[in-house]
């Protein structure tokens, strides 16, 4: 007796396997989850609501920032496993765009041929191919339909061109801008996306300007990967904390005030945290590509992990989890003390800060992926 065939139309879709990542691939795939925690925490900051947005938000607006890393076609991380069916329309689309000269969409072809096996099934409705074929092709537009993303998954949804432009960042960096609500708006920009399997982690910096009173506050975080429990000290990684210990806690690298000046007691507040600007937030790492989004990790200030480093079996500097986790800051926590002005920098004027940022050379550093968000305090006193 003959074995019965399988006609499930599931099984004619084939998925190549995403269960071992090479050395560069894993590189790039960290980098691009210490992007999405950064932008995470922008947004949550920005946004000022209880909890963070999702990261199917997130990876949205990545998408829309920094498209090089995080189109579809080009990103690692939470890429579902395309079948070959879909590949196949995806680089027919293409090909057809190039010999056109028009733009051709994967779901304009498939939408093309199930039209055509619509009426054939109905022509011939025993044919048996044409149907597995049909079949097949529904599978496969609603495979390329769920990859596109609705409006409802927007985090920064109104655009604007608030004009203000500040003399921080250099010349010729494109900022995106978006309103927050009637009082504040948002400027972002990534510097230094390129080659991301080649990058060391990711920062974000965030600054608060007051418009009118043209002063500004601001936090550098920086994001790594936690090896188990442990976090080890790289030369590279050395430097990059060298060059934020000296941006944010060391007053005598330049003729100004940095950052953290625990001296002086802000007119007005009877109390706050010291001018803590710059912290380390080492997160876990996601094991594979389709691996459920979840981050957890402190932020600890710089002066703390300078402090925590112990030797490893190796007679190499490592950071251990249980030696900071008294001496951090959650992300809701560091969120709502930084808002509120508790935790961050102390205010300065925008020269001060400009200056600031040319004497570190803080947007110089093309080891790190670095997202920069300024928000604007446009109806602020």
């Excluded at 496969?140 to 604007?160: C, M, N, P, Y």
């Excluded at 004009?163 to 921080?168: C, E, K, Q, S, T």
Aim: hydrophobic share 35%.
């Amino acid at each position: 007796m003959a074995k019965k065939r399988n006609t499930s139309t599931r099984s004619n879709i084939k998925h190549p396997g995403m269960d071992v990542l090479g050395e560069i691939d894993r590189a790039r795939f960290d980098t691009e989850w210490s992007i999405l925690n950064a932008l995470r925490e922008l947004s949550h900051i920005a946004l000022r609501g209880d909890d963070p947005p999702t990261y199917r938000r997130v990876l949205h607006l990545a998408e829309l920032l920094i498209p090089g890393i995080f189109s579809h076609e080009k990103r690692i991380i939470d890429k579902a496993p395309e079948s070959i069916e879909a590949k196949g329309y995806r680089e027919k689309a293409l090909a057809e765009t190039r010999r056109q000269g028009t733009q051709v969409t994967a779901l304009e072809l498939v939408e093309k041929d199930i039209k055509e096996l619509q009426l054939q099934v109905y022509a011939v409705p025993e044919g048996t191919v044409i149907k597995s074929k049909l079949n097949t092709a529904l599978l496969v537009r609603q495979e390329i339909k769920a990859t596109r993303h609705s409006e409802g998954e927007l985090i920064f949804r109104d655009a604007i061109a608030t004009g203000i432009n500040f003399d921080v960042s250099g010349s010729g960096q494109k900022y995106m801008e978006y309103k927050l609500d009637d009082n504040r708006a948002l400027k972002i920009s990534v510097f230094h996306p390129d080659f991301p399997e080649h990058k060391t982690g990711a920062d974000l910096l965030y600054e608060i300007y007051n418009v009118k009173q043209e002063t500004a506050r601001v936090a550098a975080v920086q994001y790594k990967m936690w090896d188990k429990d442990s976090l080890h000290r790289t030369p590279g990684m050395g430097k990059q904390l060298e060059k934020l210990t000296q941006f944010a806690c060391e007053k005598d690298f330049i003729k100004y005030k940095t950052l953290c000046y625990r001296d002086e007691v802000p007119k007005g507040r009877l109390y706050r945290l010291p001018y803590c600007a710059a912290f380390l937030r080492p997160t876990d790492r996601l094991q594979l590509p389709n691996s459920k989004m979840v981050s957890t990790g402190n932020h600890v200030p710089v002066c703390v992990v300078n402090d925590c480093w112990v030797k490893n079996q190796k007679g190499n500097l490592s950071l251990r989890k249980e030696h900071i986790l008294d001496r951090s800051l959650s992300e809701i926590v560091f969120k709502e003390l930084f808002v509120s002005g508790m935790v961050g920098s102390q205010e300065m004027s925008w020269r001060h800060l400009a200056e600031l940022y040319r004497r570190i050379g803080i947007f110089s550093n093309d080891q790190v992926v670095l997202v920069h968000a300024q928000e604007l305090m446009l109806g602020a006193g």
